[in-house]
């Protein structure tokens, strides 16, 4: 389904960006990931999606916040795979806090790693897919960003932020034939949400009763990434939660 393309995919050695790393390579696509500090686990996805899919791979340590580090990896990856198709929008953080205690750190670190980092990769990446005439964003967002969440206010603010950002490069870009989406994962389980049980109370209100894989989340970003006529949407993958 994606065989010829290039899928460049931040925080693509852990958690859900692994699983969409993988769904794209196990549909042809070669792959990019980005990541920021983990050299084990890259290095380990890499070989992963080498192995099993027999499609090139390449890891880039960067830092999605800084608007040059962006900038280098987006030419890096040009030089090395020639294009970019797809460009999945995944890295981010969590550094909850309620608001009356959050620090000045806590809200701009996350609002710069979420919704900084997705800027500057579609500021970098979207030459190169208008030089190709078409090309397809998706941006990780979160249910937060829809519902709001206590204690998450900066998380919740780079989310919602995510998702302004995706309607507007869908209308700018919708002449070009790229578009751009976002999907809104409720719990899923991966590193970030390791600290929460299934005894959490947020957990019962989950219609479906369970959190979510990375991979379901994975199958959600293929359909967008093989769907030419969907633009601007967000694609909740919640169990049901932001009914
Ligand atoms: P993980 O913490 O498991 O993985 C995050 C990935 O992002 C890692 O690969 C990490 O790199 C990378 N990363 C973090 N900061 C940077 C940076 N500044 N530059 C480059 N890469 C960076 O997260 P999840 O898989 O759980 O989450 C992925 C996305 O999904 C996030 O945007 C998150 O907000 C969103 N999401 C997650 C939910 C969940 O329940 N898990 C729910 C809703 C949304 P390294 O490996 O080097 O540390």
Redesign the pocket.
Known sequence: MLEGKVALI?????????AIALEFASNGADIAI??????D??AGTVSEIREKYGVNAIAY?????SYDSAKDTVKKVKDDLERIDILVN?????KDGLIAMMTEEQFTSVID??LK?AFNMIRHTCPIMLRQKGGCIIN?????GIMGNAGQAN?AAS?AGLIGLTKSVAKELAGKNIVCNAI??????????ENLSNDNPLFQLIPLKR??K?EE?AKAALFLASSEYITGEVLKVDGGIAM
């Open positions: 931040t925080g693509g050695a852990r958690g859900i960006g692994k980005v990541y920021h500090g983990n050299d686990a890259a340590k960067a830092d999605v916040s995944n890295a981010g953080i969590v790693t979420n980092g990780i967002a979160s249910v937060s998380y989310k809104a994962p409720g719990f899923i389980a991966t590193d970030m949400t959190f979510g990375p989340v």
